[in-house]
C-alpha cells in the first residue's frame, strides 16, 4: 500500500488561489466582450437605477472566483494525497489548457471598455476574484 504524501496547504491555497484569480479576469474579459460592465456601478446618473448588466458582473466573477478556488483546491488536494488516477491529472490540466486557451482566443482584440474605467473595473475584478478565490480555497482545505 502506498503512502499519503502531505503536501504544505499554503502551496494548495496558493495555486488554487492563482487559478481562481486567472478564471475571474477570464470571465472579467468575456463579460466586457459581451456587454456585462463592472463600471455601470461608478455611472452616477441622477435618477437611474444601476444596470442589471454591472450586477450579474459582479456575481458572476465572484461565483466562478469562488467555485474555482474550491474545486482547484479540492482537486489538488485529492491528486497530491493519490486518491486521483495520474491519467485523470493529465486529462484535467490538458482540459484546463484548453479552456485557458480558448478564452485567450475569445478575449483578443481591442477592448469595448474605454482605457480608465477599463482598467479600473479591470483592478476590482482582480481584487474580488482574488478574495473569493481565497475564500472557496480556504474553505475547500478546512472541509478535507
Not at 468575456?30 to 456575481?59: C, N, V
Not at 489538488?76 to 494525497?81: I, T
Amino acid at each position: 500500500m502506498s503512502e499519503t504524501i502531505y503536501f504544505p496547504r499554503h502551496l494548495i491555497l496558493a495555486g488554487a488561489m492563482a487559478a481562481g484569480v486567472l478564471l475571474a479576469l477570464a470571465v472579467h474579459m468575456l463579460g466586457a466582450r459581451y456587454g456585462l460592465d463592472l463600471g455601470g456601478l461608478w455611472q452616477t446618473e441622477s435618477g437611474a437605477f444601476m444596470p442589471a448588466g454591472s450586477a450579474i458582473a459582479w456575481w458572476l466573477i465572484a461565483t466562478v472566483g469562488f467555485a474555482s478556488g474550491y474545486f482547484i483546491a479540492n482537486i489538488m488536494h485529492r491528486a497530491v494525497s493519490g486518491e486521483i488516477p495520474q491519467r485523470m491529472r493529465n486529462f484535467l490540466v490538458v482540459v484546463g489548457v484548453l479552456m485557458l486557451a480558448g478564452i485567450g482566443q475569445a478575449i483578443s482584440g481591442p477592448s469595448p471598455v474605454p482605457s480608465a474605467s477599463g482598467v479600473l473595473a479591470g483592478l476590482a475584478a482582480l481584487c474580488l476574484g482574488a478574495l473569493m478565490a481565497f475564500c472557496g480555497a480556504n474553505f475547500a482545505l478546512r472541509m478535507s
